[in-house]
């Protein structure tokens, strides 16, 4: 008896060879090349792939991902990078949404990047992204990222800034990155931006209580949101707390004086006024170095704080140094043995054991 | 003929037998035992001389300091330490002077150190410090010692913070650490004491813009000194518009509402107040556990700063790292590279080429 070719009787669909064909076709990856030269085109679908690629943690694309953005880099660096921060509650995506229609509305590009190292547990916030700026994503000059996923802030942070060299050489002139102000978020966003926006609402004469250490002294501006209605006189009065606030800190390297203004996102009023605020920034920053030696400085920042944070996973994942590391840290906690004589032990294991 | 004995007609003195005797007496430091006993007893000879060890870089000196600091540990940690900063002209050790008297006519024994990482350059402040706090300097319930000498501020800060243990099992039950505010040097000792004071003066309505970045909020009180004669009424309206400020900054996690106050290092007016205002903070964190908790984190973050700072140390030395850094920078910083793919190259560099 002839043996049954099993996909004989079966519809085509079942055919391994053909199915292997559409598999085949679903899972190739366009090359770095294939990429950059979308991206270059302005191609948003190839830019989403770039940046999935560029998310990935998958080690065997982090050479793709490498040679990607090495290509992007001359394409690079032509736009104005914008982070915005607030609590939640003053209206972030209604004012990102509002404000980035307004830019829109000028003939710019603009791209939303948000920072979000929470987003991995709760995976509420991607959802949230997509629904929250429903405006904005489909304006044919907007792109709207929600935040890569990364177990650490210092992975979000390094996947943001690549994602800013590609969105870069597709064309976006205008970055913005909204964090959400989760821990340490706000100064790794103060570290890749040129212009910091801290955005808030006017409350209960404590405006400030619930903004984090440092924050208010990184801002360059301050905007009172929802500054509509019968709101306006608190936001009014909650402007001029800022702005006494802010001329109380010590003045700034870039020469820029930051000023406390009021908008709503509802009625767009003050909206226009954020962004001829930003552009005078700009034009003064570029004017004296400011903006350049920042970039510079900022380029530099992540170069050490990457080798910082390398060598510190380095140490603390050493066998031997997380054997003896919660009972030396409790000894010191303790005052059994002082910090310094304790470091040292734990250092020269680690240096003994070196491979 | 007789061979001359070369000492043989010279006064006592140039017998190389009895000179060596004297040089070896002259030489010979007491043992980390007899400098322990010293301590405890509270013989200020023996803790100068503790201090100077611990303060040497010397690395023969090394062990000896690691052995002492650990024999004084169980008798540390009783004192209260208090950080004082503010910026040249505010009249720090006048009000030190005037504090630490107050102090020592309440029986309390008050030990001041400095940390001003400048003064190795200038080596000025040292003799500056003797003399400008004469009569605290000669008060029997009062130790000054000037700042520890050193490259770097971590050096700086590791030896203040074990001059700190050495005083305290001599018996001093308030530390006072003073810092002339250079660099980052606010930031270490905010992060060594359990009471942060901001030191500062009347101005020109800009009172705070000579202050650093952060200082303010770290403040568990402001003091403006010189609040006498025709400065009174400006002194008050500073301390308004400190008061104010203070407030707008979030909540602290002891439990403490900073304040602002006025005094006088001139008149005494307002000195008994802050020494009062002291122990409600030490009563307040003794109670509610912020006290004891505040110095079992600030241990472990000494102990996680000094291994960062040498692991840091170590890769900055490594000769293939020194070969290659300049120009990794310059090409991270002129977007040649990204900074993640370039802290990679020199991170392979550095864990292959590692003994």
Redesign the interface.
Known sequence: MKKANPNQDRPEIFNTAVLKKIQQARMAQPTAGELLSGILSGDINALSKAITLIESSNPKHFEKA?TL??SC??H??QSVRIGITGIPGVGKSSFIEAFGKHLSGLGKKIAVLTIDPSSTISHGSILGDKTRMEELAKDPNAYVRPSASGETLGGVA?KT??TI?LCEAAGFDTIIIETVGVGQSETAVHSMVDFFLLLNVSGTG?????????I??MADAIVINKADGDNIPKATLART?FA??L?????KKSGWIPTATTCSAKTNEGIAEIEQLISKYIELTKNNGFFDSKR??Q?????L????H???E??FHHPEIQKELEK??KA?????????????L??KKY?KN??
Do not use: C
Request: no cysteine.
């Open positions: 490498n953005i090495h880099l001359p690079a660096n390094r800034r690549e060299v404590d405006e400030l209580q619930g903004i984090k250490r440092g208010m002294e707390q006494h606030a001329h109380l800190f010590p003045s510079a400085e380029n530099e920042f992540w170069l704080e990457t080798i910082h390398q060598l510190q380095h140490f030396t840290k010191v906690q303790n005052n059994e043995y002082s910090p310094f004589a304790a470091a040292q734990l250092l240096f070196k491979p």
